[in-house]
């Protein structure tokens, strides 16, 4: 799903997140790239087939459908089931810089891939498409309790991403001798 590539139609697995709900279905494309599957569309909606739906927060059954319209503007980022190896020669050279996404309720951490040569701060400013791709990511919301997953790769939608900024992951342990013992009590356990 990194490169694209029009070819003969294929069906393509995909994993659908809106601010209400997760949509399981597959896609009839020519394209290989998921951000070509969203951004070339020939409609402001994607037809899926085999489809099934879950709402935040309902404890009620999932919803089944033979066929589902879902409309792209209400997509925060799609989910790649199963991603395709690249053609290296369509390949353009970028660098990969590490990037936190909000998109709420939902936070996206992975890798957003730049042009090289240029400051960050520039690169940032070239991202364009209505779908932002994001390897080697991780997503969830704290406000819907919906745990931390980890996906190859998955497709932003630019439009609805409120921050996207480079992001270093840290450790707060990180330094920490946990091996020496304490000699005095913590200031909480003195009243300091």
């Not at 353009?92 to 998109?103: D, V, Y």
Request: glycine share 4%; net charge negative; aromatic share 8%.
């Amino acid at each position: 799903m990194f490169d694209g590539v029009a070819g003969a139609p294929q069906s393509v697995a995909l994993t659908l997140y809106t601010d209400a709900f997760v949509v399981r279905g597959t896609l009839s494309t020519r394209q290989r790239r998921v951000t070509d599957m969203l951004n070339m569309a020939e409609d402001r909606f994607l037809v899926l087939s085999d489809v099934s739906t879950d709402e935040f927060g309902s404890r009620g059954d999932q919803l089944r459908a033979e066929f589902a319209q879902v409309n792209l503007a209400s997509v925060l980022f799609a989910v790649v089931n199963e991603p395709v190896a690249p053609a290296p020669e369509l390949r353009t050279p970028k660098i990969a810089e590490e990037a936190l996404i909000s998109i709420p309720p939902f936070k996206v951490t992975g890798f957003i891939h730049l042009m090289p040569e240029r400051s960050l701060r520039n690169a940032l400013s070239e991202l364009t498409g209505h779908f932002l791709p994001v390897t080697d990511a991780a997503y969830w919301s704290d406000v819907l309790n919906e745990v931390r997953t980890s996906a190859t790769l998955l497709a932003v939608n630019h439009e609805r991403a409120q921050i996207l900024a480079p992001y270093r992951a840290s450790d707060p342990w990180v330094g920490l001798d946990t091996t020496t013992p304490r000699t005095e009590p913590p200031p909480e356990a003195t009243g300091w």
